[in-house]
């Protein structure tokens, strides 16, 4: 049996290590910095599932073991995270070209190898989020998240467009770190800790100071709203999302939405346990649920660029997870929730993936870049068929049951009116990743050739195509992983 | 067996993909289906009747979530009806420009959805397999049909898309209406367990289903997406979704709304009333204004849902026997004439009425089986939709005796009117497009000849199903009488039917 512990601490020996190999290894192909990299986290991945989840048995934990938690929700977004950054380092892999391009060193490799380590260390940080249940613990994992994406970001020095998502990107991150911040200390001046579970025990005998807690919460909202791009903490979002190296795209928007999601339900949990402030932090939960919704997808409507519909996208699925958060006094929203970012996961890193194997070839990523795909590359085409109707929603893909449990948690819980807004933005949804399907299979490619596909990205495709048909069939398997989520503070009967 | 339904037209709708023999594979795999659709009538018991065949797959233990087939005397003549249209769909199906295997599979996928929605009995794949038709659906209009494709393709696939949600919000809500220990999917355990649904939040659910379903299958005022969607795709895709797909939604009606709600489904029926008569009035009279062959066909298949609904608001076995005989007569019905219309499209390259005229005459095949299948269409004796409009329309007018001049009788005066509608619109059509002075340059067209084959097939079904509609009924009818005998929620008149 494995400690979860061990699990961080051998990412970081991983990132550390290969950061100084590759130092001492300047004249040579930095391919191989990732290979080992996706070798070292798939080993680490096959780790984690001899681990086992522990909470606290025995009384309660000291020193910095009260930061820490390893349910089985922690250990989730453990694995979740490995594999995020595995596919990550894949897909850099395919973008090495473009990577090369942006960046003049002594030779052509000179510099790119920090672009495949990196990433190693926002993976510790994602893993450390999925287990922090103190506000330090999270405060300074999410920063361990947010600088590294600053240099992932705008990490294409000669380019632009990747320097504008680079500034945008940290000025406002820092501006939401900040609020972040602010928020804690509001929590931590009324209740005296910054520990998750204390809080929770704190918040109950102080009814009268609703007002001020009920601010920090929406300041920490704010902090963590910019992660999860949830509106109106939106505005950075396509920008940066168009800008960034395609890979760092695909990260931000699976791995630092997800562990952006895991704080958010342990938050979010915390204050649903205080009886005073539950309908609050609910009401305030669904404004934000129903704008993320609206403004997402409507959005996303006339977006002709294929990273900026699915910065768009983003923000539309961020809205549908938010549904789930709104719930979250019921007992099936935390497990939708971590079903509904699985799937995301599948369907976004294989649209990424496949954006980048095809700009590549025809040098762009607007829609039109891939007219006539369907008969230029069938696979490809198909592959990225399923990506689009899984992110709308089509049954027998991840993506449906996805939202399947995210609407029966919302209707369990009555939200009808968010229920509402989720399917007619549902509609809007179809449209717009219809448009890729149709640039794909209605229109006329540009050229005839078939598009080269690397074996290592086939491969990858391949994979992820397999498990969104089988976990749009069997859910099962990451149902079971995500059962007996323990809740960090526990929730009292609310009497309502 | 049922298992084999659903795989057989996938399967070989991913070996078409693969590079085999396209028609071959894709008309073998029809046959196929309906030799085991035909062995899976034979070999259901009546006698027991219930679900037979029963394929059970746990998927969720929690949610009480499995993969669960299984037929019924109901779900029984609507898999017919849908291996009947594919094998002729497939058939009548033209040369195809560009990618061939993909038109197939596509076909195959839509009747591989009808398939598995018709043979589930779990809610969540019941409306899973439906969905998964929408996306062939989407892509055969968009690629290979007519006229103004793209617009008609983004309006049937966002209309149904919402449709369905709103449908799946439903159905959820009936899953969280049931007290804890009773939540499943499994439909026959909901029906035993009608009577636990909350009575709050019956009404809403409902509601839910009636307009999710409703707008699958293009109730008034939901209804525009259909015409033009039908004009547009290419003539299979129209035989498959006309026929078959859009019973989808009324076969929910019968199999979820009548058992678990008849309380509300009366509550509602005013409601439905004012909406049927929408479909049968008014877009009878729009149908009757159109120019063109396909538009109005489209149209007249949007006009005779009203009267299904007419037969599911009667809510009594007249009624809705007569509802579940005219979903089964007019998929067949209405599957021949867009075979017909395709024909006549690829021969003349159009479809507007003041261009055709006279084709009879180079064409007395065609125009013969088009004169039957709009006198099936219209509902004359002889045909299934004769007998299922005489019961739909007994049915609504026989539930207001209590009261009379009740809405339902009102209703179906109103509705009556249809019939001398229909009749206007298919005799106008008939006129304009075989009858008349020869536009010269059609003198030389060629009639139908092996293709004549899967026109009569439809027809032939048609007329058997007419002449002995006992056939029919007899399946249908016990398991309407079981679902309208839920106990304790309805009180209706009841009435006992005597087959032929």
Redesign the interface.
């Known amino acids: 049996m494995i400690q979860p512990v061990f699990l961080e601490v051998a990412v970081l020996i991983t990132g550390l290590f290969l950061l100084i190999y590759e130092s001492f290894a300047q004249d040579r192909e930095k391919g191989f910095v990732a290979g080992m990299g996706i070798a070292a986290l798939t080993i680490i991945l096959i780790a984690s599932f001899f681990a086992t989840p522990t909470i606290n048995i025995g009384g309660p934990p000291t020193g910095a073991m009260q930061f820490y938690t390893a349910d089985a929700l922690a250990l989730f977004f453990k694995r979740f995270a490995l594999l995020t950054t595995i596919i990550v380092l894949v897909i850099s892999l395919e973008y090495r070209d473009v990577v090369r391009k942006f960046i003049y060193g002594a030779h052509s490799d000179a510099g790119i190898g920090e672009f495949y380590t990196i990433p190693i260390f926002t993976c510790a940080g994602l893993m450390w989020m999925a287990s922090a249940v103190d506000f330090t613990m999270i405060f300074v994992s999410l920063e361990l998240v947010t600088i590294s994406f600053y240099i992932l970001v705008a990490y294409m020095r000669r380019n632009s467009n990747s320097l504008e998502a680079g500034v945008k990107y940290l000025v406002l991150g820092a501006l939401s770190t900040g609020f972040f911040v602010y928020g804690v200390t509001w929590i931590f001046g009324i209740t005296g800790t910054t520990n998750l579970a204390q809080c929770a025990t704190a918040m109950r005998f102080l009814p009268s100071c609703q007002g001020p807690l009920l601010f920090g919460f929406m300041l920490v909202l704010m902090g963590l709203g910019f992660k999860v791009a949830a509106v109106p903490f939106q505005f950075w979002v396509p920008d940066v999302y168009q800008g960034a190296p395609t890979p760092i795209t695909a990260f931000l928007s699976v791995g630092s939405k997800a562990a952006g999601f895991v704080v958010l339900i342990r938050v979010v949990e915390t204050f649903l346990s205080v009886p005073v402030l539950h309908d609050k932090v609910i009401a305030i939960l669904s404004a934000v649920a129903a704008f993320t919704l609206l403004y997402g997808n409507l959005a996303a409507l006339p977006q002709n660029n294929l990273k900026r519909l699915l910065a768009y996208s983003s923000i539309a699925h961020a809205g549908y997870l938010l549904i789930a958060v709104a719930s979250l006094s019921g007992p099936g929203a935390s497990s939708a929730i971590g079903f509904y970012l699985a799937g995301y996961l599948m369907m976004t890193l294989l649209s990424f993936i496949v954006i980048v194997v095809v700009a590549n070839a025809t040098g762009g990523d607007d829609i039109a870049n891939f007219n006539g795909l369907g008969k230029r590359s069938p696979g490809l085409a198909f592959a990225l068929l399923i990506a689009m109707l899984s992110l709308a929603g089509v049954p027998l893909t991840a993506g449906f049951f996805g939202k399947f449990f995210v609407f029966a948690a919302a209707i369990d819980q009555g939200h009808y009116v968010l229920s509402a807004i989720g399917i007619v933005t549902v509609g809007a949804g179809f449209y717009y990743y219809l448009k890729v399907v149709r640039a794909m299979y209605w229109l006329d490619p540009a050229a005839e050739t078939a598009i080269p596909v690397s074996p290592l990205a086939s491969f990858t495709i391949t994979c992820l195509v397999t498990a969104i048909f089988i976990f749009g069939v069997f859910p099962r398997p990451i149902m079971d992983a995500l059962s007996d989520v323990p809740i960090v503070a526990p929730v009292l009967a609310v009497s309502r | 067996m049922l298992l084999l339904l659903i795989l057989v037209p996938i399967l070989a709708a991913a070996a078409v993909l693969l590079g085999a023999p396209v028609r071959k594979t894709a008309n073998g795999a029809a046959w196929l289906n309906l030799l085991i659709t035909l062995g899976a009538l034979l070999g259901y018991h009546s006698a027991t009747g219930g679900y037979q065949e029963i394929l059970r797959v746990p998927?969720?233990p929690?949610w009480h979530l499995q993969?669960l087939l299984g037929v019924d005397g109901l779900s029984l003549i609507m898999l017919l009806l849908t291996a009947i249209v594919t094998v002729a769909a497939l058939w009548v199906a033209p040369e195809v420009s560009g990618?061939e295997p993909?038109y197939f599979a596509s076909l195959l996928f839509i009747s591989a959805g009808a398939m598995g929605a018709f043979a589930s009995l779990d809610l969540?794949f019941f409306?899973?397999?439906h969905?998964?038709a929408?996306?062939p659906t989407?892509?055969l209009i968009?690629?290979w049909g007519t006229g103004d494709r793209?617009s008609a393709a983004?309006k049937i696939?966002?209309y149904l898309?919402?449709g369905s949600?709103?449908l799946?919000?439903g159905l959820?809500?009936l899953?969280?209406s049931f007290p804890v220990e009773q939540r499943t999917f499994d439909i026959t355990v909901l029906q035993q367990h009608a009577a636990l649904i909350n009575p709050g939040s019956r009404n809403?659910i409902y509601l839910a289903l009636l307009f999710g379903f409703g707008i699958l299958i293009s109730l008034f005022p939901f209804h525009t997406w259909a015409p033009t969607a039908y004009a547009s795709a290419p003539t299979p895709a129209a035989m498959m979704h006309a026929g078959v797909l859009k019973k989808f939604g009324l076969y929910g009606l019968l199999r979820i709304a009548l058992p678990l709600l008849p309380g509300p489904a009366q509550h509602y029926a005013g409601l439905l009333l004012v909406l049927l008569l929408g479909n049968i009035l008014y877009a009878g009279l729009a149908t009757i204004g159109q120019k063109r062959l396909d538009l109005m066909l489209g149209y007249s298949s949007v006009m005779h849902m009203g009267y299904i609904f007419l037969g599911f608001a009667s809510l009594n076995l007249i009624g809705t026997t007569g509802a579940a005989l005219l979903m089964f007569a007019h998929g067949l019905s209405i599957a021949a004439l867009f075979a017909i219309a395709g024909q006549v499209r690829e021969r003349t390259g159009t479809l507007v009425f003041t261009e055709l005229g006279g084709l009879a005459k180079p064409m007395p095949v065609l125009g013969f089986a088009f004169g039957l299948a709009a006198f099936a269409s219209i509902g004359l004796p002889g045909f299934a939709n004769f007998a299922s409009e005489i019961l739909v329309f007994f049915g609504a007018f026989k539930n207001g005796t209590a009261s009379p001049y009740s809405q339902w009788q009102v209703a179906t005066l109103l509705a009556l009117w249809g019939v001398v509608i229909s009749a206007v619109y298919m005799l106008r059509g008939y006129r304009a497009v075989f009858q008349g002075t020869i536009n010269e340059r059609w003198a030389g067209l060629k009639d139908v000849t092996t293709l004549r084959w899967p026109i009569i097939l439809l027809l032939a079904v048609l007329m058997l199903a007419g002449f002995f509609p006992g056939l029919i009924v007899g399946l249908v009818k016990p398991v309407l009488a079981q679902s309208l005998s839920a106990p304790g929620l309805l009180q209706l008149p009841n009435w006992t039917y005597h087959p032929y």
């Open positions: 998927i969720l929690d993969f990618n993909a969540f409306y899973a397999f969905e998964l929408l996306i989407f892509l968009g690629i793209q983004w696939t966002i898309a919402v949600f709103i799946l919000l959820i809500g899953y969280f809403a």
